[in-house]
């Protein structure tokens, strides 16, 4: 008999931020709303590539002071999503990671209706960086709209982390 799946929810505190930072014109933007009949973060935006742009997300730290929240002991996210049926990026950073480029990132797609997606942490790769992702070791987690023009619009209901 399988063993069943546990989870245990989280409540990120999201914010929203663009390419606006490093010169890039995308924008967009947030909004905890009632999404098809669930109530949601909602981020839209328009991805534009121009000015070495190219992204619009959202972002949480797991711990509200920024220290490193241990996951370790489950096997990935699980996130319960509802969109345009584009390809987002989930991204994690933790405490090895020194420059905003760098990355533990893995991809999902927003489907038209509510869905319960898992993102296992054997999924998720290193970028721009040599350091191996730590679940210890999480600080932050973001969803982002990148990479090609695009209009964003991915909601989120629900983050837990899970294991089997």
Known sequence: MARPTETHELIPVWEYVADTVMGGISNGGLQV???????????????????NGGFVQIAANLNA????YDA??????????????????????TDALSRPWQSFRTDFFAPVDWRTVRLPFADVAPHKTEARFDAKRIRRIGILAIGREMQAEIAVAAVHLYRC
Request: contains cysteine.
């Open 65 to 68: 002071d920024g220290s490193t």
């Open 72 to 93: 370790s002991v489950w096997d990935g996210f699980e996130l319960t999503v509802c969109g345009n049926d584009a390809l987002y990026d989930f991204r994690l950073r």
């Open 33 to 51: 709303e009632n999404y098809k009949d669930r109530t949601a973060t909602v981020l839209r935006g328009d991805v534009s590539l121009k000015h």
